[in-house]
């Protein structure tokens, strides 16, 4: 018996160490999905960032229109606002492939913080499977400690009273 109480605590010691990875990988797993989280948070950022950039372009266009009426007359204030209309317009492309592409990674890390919470949901639920199972074990665990100290009490009580028939014989 004592061969299978041995038997039974390395067992539970190895899924006790198994536990505390479990728990360790859900840590580790916690902290990339927070790093994952300020990612993003810093892209949403970026992206209304963006979106001021296109209401300053479009004030920029307002103020050209404005500039245009009042400065018809003159050749160097053409000149200026056709170089303005290019540079805004060399510019729209680029930015809005850039919008694009921040969108597009948007997607991925937010398809990617997806995965890693299904991933972590499935760990929580196989340590919760693995806490239950343990508790189970040490519970037969107690109770078959509490049938080997009342085989160790009867033994003792059965060799107490040999020893005190042989003394009477």
């Not at 006790?16 to 892209?43: N, Y």
């Amino acid at each position: 018996m004592e061969a299978g109480f041995s038997e039974m605590k390395n067992e539970l010691q190895s899924r006790d160490a198994l536990w505390r990875g479990v728990q360790l990988e859900c840590q580790q797993l916690h902290t990339e999905l927070l790093k994952i989280r300020q990612c993003k948070d810093m892209q949403e950022i970026q992206i209304r960032h963006q979106s001021s950039c296109v209401q300053l372009t479009e004030q920029l266009e307002n103020k050209n229109d404005e500039f245009l009426a009042s400065a018809e007359s003159q050749e160097s204030q053409r000149e200026e606002q056709n170089k303005i209309r290019d540079h805004l317009y060399q510019e729209e492309p680029s930015h809005c492939s850039e919008q694009e592409r921040m969108r597009t990674e948007i997607s991925d890390l937010t398809e990617e913080l997806h995965q890693k919470e299904i991933t972590i949901a499935t760990i929580m639920e196989k340590a919760s499977l693995l806490e239950r199972q343990l508790k189970m074990e040490l519970e037969i665990k107690d109770k078959l400690l509490a049938k080997q100290q009342l085989l160790d009490f009867r033994y003792k009580a059965v060799k107490c009273e040999n020893t005190h028939l042989k003394e009477m014989m």
